[in-house]
């Protein structure tokens, strides 16, 4: 069984930063793949970054250039830096990961979300 916990929303002015860290723990051999969703009230979920295990990174073009997605495989975590936030960047975020269990089962799982308002 793989859990997982998100943390660091909160409120901030534009302009402001603040960083998402999605943490794994359980029967974890590997984790192929980290992404970072959001949902704004009224909005179908979006895909705002992943990276996979090699570290490469991909971004929804309305981020691009502001935030920016790692991970520490050591600590089966993952982080989103966001950097000169919008009020258009409100939305609760939520985690994503797909690896294998110890048992080389796959799996895929959802953070419970973690709400970031960004104030004008």
């Known amino acids: 069984q793989v859990q997982l916990v998100e943390s660091g929303g909160g409120s901030v002015q534009a302009g402001g930063s603040l960083t998402l860290s999605c943490a794994a723990s359980?029967?974890?051999?590997?984790?192929?793949?980290h992404g970072w969703y959001r949902q704004a009230p009224g909005k179908q979920r979006e895909l705002v970054a992943t990276?996979?295990?090699?570290?490469?990174?991909n971004y929804a073009d309305s981020v691009k250039g502001r935030f920016t997605i790692s991970r520490d495989n050591a600590k089966n975590t993952a982080y989103l830096q966001m950097n000169n936030l919008k009020p258009e960047d409100t939305a609760v975020y939520y985690c994503?990961?797909?690896?294998?269990?110890?048992?080389?089962?796959?799996?895929?799982?959802w953070g419970q979300g973690t709400q970031v308002t960004v104030s004008s």
């Open positions: 994503n990961i797909d690896g294998l269990t110890n048992i080389l089962r796959g799996f895929n799982n």
């Open positions: 359980g029967n974890i051999y590997n984790i192929k793949y």
């Open positions: 990276i996979n295990t090699s570290g490469a990174a």
